[in-house]
């Protein structure tokens, strides 16, 4: 599976592990230390992305900055526009390059 399509799926199965607010102010499903710990001990860094703000594990690629030619050349995105690794997992629009070399377009949010 595209490592993309994989950090776009865990990203929407992150919603399920946000913290919502409940009327009365207090935290529904917090985030646990644990994960917080472990997305640290892996190099992440813990913050809010995509259109709902939700808070999430941003992993660092090793690899971030290095060329590439199609997306199994990069632990993360391969950029179509500049052919690098990404740095991390991000959302908004723009073109990475699938394993056939082909670029895509797209805005994950």
């Known amino acids: 599976m595209n490592r993309f399509f994989f950090f776009a799926a865990l990203s929407l199965a992150t ?11 207090s935290a529904i499903n ?10 640290a001990r892996e190099g ?3 913050g809010r992305g995509g ?6 594990c941003f992993p660092s ?5 290095k060329s590439c030619a199609k997306a199994s050349d990069c632990e993360g995105i391969c950029l ?30």
């Open 15 to 25: 919603v399920s592990c946000t913290p919502e607010t409940a009327p009365d102010g």
């Open 80 to 109: 179509a526009d500049t052919r690098q690794c990404s740095e991390t997992f991000f959302f908004g629009c723009y073109s990475y390059l699938e394993d056939n070399g082909e670029a895509v377009e797209i805005c994950v949010d």
């Open 61 to 65: 690629y090793s690899d971030a900055g």
């Open 51 to 56: 259109i709902l703000r939700l808070e999430m």
């Open 30 to 39: 917090p985030l646990w230390p644990s994960e917080r710990q472990e997305c």
């Open 44 to 46: 992440g860094r813990w």
